[in-house]
Structures are given as structure tokens and as C-alpha cells.
Nanobody, 117 residues
Framework: QVQLVESGGGLVQAGGSLRLSCAAS???????????MGWYRQVPGKQRELVAT???????NYANSAKGRFAISRDNAKNTVYLQMNSLTPDDTAVYYC????????WGQGTQVTVSS
């Protein structure tokens, strides 16, 4: 089993920045099986959508909406993934979920990001 705990969400004005963190914990066996980690987001009434992912080797993938504004990074020693979000707009308002892909997908509880205009 893998547990994911997110932090760093909150309220920010348009144009501002936030940094999300997600720490993975669990057995050494479970943690060692984590390959990709990433961030997804969801607004009420819509499907959860990809924001960014990063593999253990550091290969990244971004949604078009995130390219140029968001940066995903990872500290394998700390089993932690980060999402630096800059130039935020009200369209970025959502619950952001951390994801880890191991033998199966794991999800965090979500952290609310609200961007005011």
C-alpha cells in the first residue's frame, strides 16, 4: 500500500503562484514500485484531467494548459513530487490530486486550489 499526502493548496489571486507537494509513504516494497507520479485536477461536474506527470527518471509530460506555467519536479530520496504553479488564472481553480503509479494507481485525498480574479 502507498499513502499520498498533498499540501500547499489554498487561495491565490490571478497571476499568483502556488507550490503543491505530495509525499508518498508505505512499505519499502511498495514505494520502490512507484514509477510515474503526477498531478491531476477536477472541477465539479467534469472529469478528472491530467496536469503533469514525471517518471522516476525525470521524464515529464504536461497538459497543454500547464505548459509554460507549471513545473513538476520530484525528489526520489524523499518520495515527494512537487508542482510549481505560476501565472495562475481562475480557470486553474480545482481540486488537485496527487497520483502515483505502482502495481496499481494510488491517489491522494486532494487539495483545493482557488484562484480569484
Amino acid at each position: 500500500q502507498v499513502q499520498l499526502v498533498e499540501s500547499g493548496g489554498g487561495l491565490v489571486q490571478a497571476g499568483g503562484s502556488l507550490r503543491l507537494s505530495c509525499a508518498a509513504s508505505g512499505s519499502i516494497f511498495s514505494i520502490s514500485n512507484i514509477n510515474a507520479m503526477g498531478w491531476y485536477r477536477q472541477v465539479p461536474g467534469k472529469q478528472r484531467e491530467l496536469v503533469a506527470t514525471i517518471t522516476r527518471r525525470g521524464n515529464t509530460n504536461y497538459a497543454n494548459s500547464a505548459k509554460g506555467r507549471f513545473a513538476i519536479s520530484r525528489d526520489n530520496a524523499k518520495n515527494t513530487v512537487y508542482l510549481q504553479m505560476n501565472s495562475l488564472t481562475p480557470d486553474d481553480t480545482a481540486v488537485y490530486y496527487c497520483n502515483a503509479e505502482a502495481r496499481r494507481p494510488y491517489w491522494g485525498q486532494g487539495t483545493q486550489v482557488t484562484v480569484s480574479s
